[in-house]
Each structure stands twice: as structure tokens, then as C-alpha cells.
């Protein structure tokens, strides 16, 4: 069996892919008060810009009937607005976070694990499958043996004898 992210080698039905962490037998469908929280979302987001204008006339006609208004209420109105679009971004973010998810989730084929029935061998379930195009196959894994796993390493003397027959 072969990573659906990276492509890697998953020995042992491991749940989890030993070189990226993708959780192999996820269940990619969406939750079912997504698409409800999406439609709350989405009319915050309508009262809060119907708000703010209700409340932005309010205090234009306000400041048109004074007159002579002090700095204080401009800077009020400033902040005001800044803190309102603050809302906004953060509502719009949260919502196209959540549409993502839902598109994502609603077009994906549901990805089951195989079961082992009584009939079935550990062997069966791990043929390897198809490996992705853009993925290079891995190596097969050899065994050393001890003559390959020691390595000697030259002495200072070796390594001048080596320098001088070279020159």
C-alpha cells in the first residue's frame, strides 16, 4: 500500500504514513451542520454591513445637524469603521475556510479502510497499489550483512601513505 499524499511505502497497515504523517483511512465527507454554519456565517456577515450603515447614517445626520463637531467624534468613526471591517475580514476568513472544507469534502469519494475478513491474509491487504505517476517507486529494502554494517576506518599513517604515492 502506497501513501495517497506523498506515495510512500506503508508496511504493516499502519493508519499513518511513517514519512509524511497523513492519516491514511481518514473519512473525508463533510460534517453535517457544515452547510448550516455556512448559512450562519454568511448572514452575520449581512448584518453586521447592515448594521454598520444603519449606524454610519445615524451619526452622518447627526454630525450634519451640529454643525460644528470636535475631533473626537472623527476619530470615534474612524476606529469604529476599522473595528467593523476587522469583523468582516475575520467572518469572511472563517467562511471561506468552511466553503473550502465543504466543496472539498462534498466532491471526494469516501475513502473506507480494508476490513480483513477470516478469509483474507496479512499478504493480501498489503499488495502494493498503483503508485501515482508523479511519484518515484522506492527502493526494495535489502539486508546487510555484518561485513557491510563495520566499516574500518584509516589510521593517520594509512592515510600519509596514501598522499605520498600519490605525489
Not at 453535517?32 to 454568511?42: E, H, K, P, S
Not at 472544507?101 to 480483513?116: D, F, G, I, Q, W
Amino acid at each position: 500500500m502506497y501513501c495517497q499524499t506523498c506515495g510512500a511505502e506503508i508496511i504493516g497497515g499502519l493508519k499513518y504514513c511513517n514519512r509524511c504523517g497523513a492519516n491514511q483511512f481518514a473519512d473525508k465527507t463533510a460534517p453535517a451542520n457544515l452547510f448550516g454554519v455556512i448559512l450562519t456565517i454568511t448572514g452575520a456577515i449581512v448584518v453586521v454591513v447592515i448594521g454598520y450603515l444603519l449606524l454610519l447614517s445615524f451619526f452622518a445626520s447627526e454630525i450634519l445637524n451640529r454643525g460644528n463637531v470636535s475631533a473626537e467624534v472623527y476619530i470615534f468613526l474612524s476606529v469604529f469603521t476599522l473595528f467593523v471591517f476587522g469583523i468582516e475580514a475575520l467572518l469572511i476568513r472563517q467562511l471561506s475556510r468552511l466553503l473550502s472544507v465543504y466543496l472539498e469534502t462534498s466532491s471526494a469519494p469516501p475513502n473506507k479502510p480494508r476490513e480483513m475478513s477470516s478469509g483474507q491474509t496479512a499478504e493480501r491487504l498489503l499488495e502494493p497499489q498503483q503508485t501515482p505517476a508523479h511519484v518515484a517507486p522506492t527502493r526494495p529494502i535489502v539486508a546487510l550483512d555484518t561485513n557491510e554494517m563495520t566499516r574500518t576506518l584509516p589510521t593517520q599513517e594509512a592515510t600519509r601513505k596514501l598522499e605520498t604515492t600519490d605525489e
